[in-house]
């Protein structure tokens, strides 16, 4: 059962505009999500998160917004960059085991390219 | 200066071996996790260990078995391998007590043949 859904696979802007990433989650008990950014044959690297408190957050040209009512979140990056293609995963804690050891489930991503 | 790394970051075999994939961070934290991204690219936790001590096991076959010899450290060892073993396996790392950023390694592919 996919509680964090990405339902684009791929996504191509072209330079300098905006990108937007979507995420739906099913589990209402999440309250704490993260994006992560893997490049080829890397690791994910933390982007940024958001806590269900707030309904924003930015860092730099990445903001994410969330809308706890819909379960949805959503990445902006303003402006894209070429560096910026890369697959973008949405994720949350699981968060049963109590402990903060619970590990995170991920959607599958989004592969973003951006065109020169 | 590498935060958490893996080795080896390559690893093919012949099914029936057993192998190995080490696990190392430098951050001080006090959890650390093993995930699979399988061929659809699902990333999926198999483990978490918490100051060494065992905290998930997301119903991983018994032939997967992690040792955490201090808390720096969370070693994988897999035994007889599958072909259906063939994924990247990623470790990671994070604060605990509530801080949920965690912080990845390169990752290990391993291929089965």
């Known amino acids: 059962d996919q509680q964090v859904k990405q339902n684009s696979p791929s996504l191509s802007v072209q330079e300098g505009r905006i990108s937007i990433l979507n995420c739906d989650y099913t589990?209402?008990?999440?309250?704490?999500f993260l994006w992560y950014k893997k490049y080829p044959a890397e690791g994910p690297t933390f982007l940024i998160s958001?806590?269900?408190?707030?309904d924003k957050n930015e860092d730099g040209r990445f903001t994410v917004f969330l809308n706890k009512s819909a379960k949805h979140l959503s990445l902006h990056i303003v402006p894209s960059q070429p560096g910026d293609s890369a697959v973008y995963f949405c994720?949350?804690?699981?968060?049963?085991?109590?402990?903060?050891?619970?590990?995170?489930?991920f959607g599958k991503g989004t592969h973003l390219i951006i065109q020169p | 200066d590498t935060a958490v790394s893996q080795t080896p970051k390559y690893l093919v075999t012949q099914m029936g071996n057993d192998k190995s994939i080490k696990c190392e961070q430098n951050?001080?934290?006090?959890?650390m996790y093993w995930y699979k991204q399988d061929s659809k690219k699902f990333l999926k936790i198999m483990f978490s260990?918490?100051?060494?001590?065992?905290?998930i096991n997301e119903t991983v076959p018994n032939r997967f078995s992690p040792k955490s010899p201090d808390k720096a450290h969370l070693n994988l060892h897999i035994n007889s391998l599958e072909l259906g073993d063939s994924a990247v396996y990623f470790c990671?790392?994070?604060?605990?007590?509530?801080?949920?950023?965690?912080?990845f390694g390169p990752g290990t592919r391993l291929l089965v043949l």
């Open positions: 589990n209402s008990m999440f309250d704490y």
């Open positions: 260990y918490n100051n060494k001590e065992l905290i």
């Open positions: 990671a790392s994070s604060q605990g007590g509530g801080e949920e950023t965690q912080y």
């Open positions: 951050l001080g934290h006090d959890t």
């Open positions: 958001i806590s269900s408190i707030k």
């Open positions: 994720a949350a804690p699981r968060g049963y085991s109590g402990g903060g050891a619970d590990g995170l489930t």
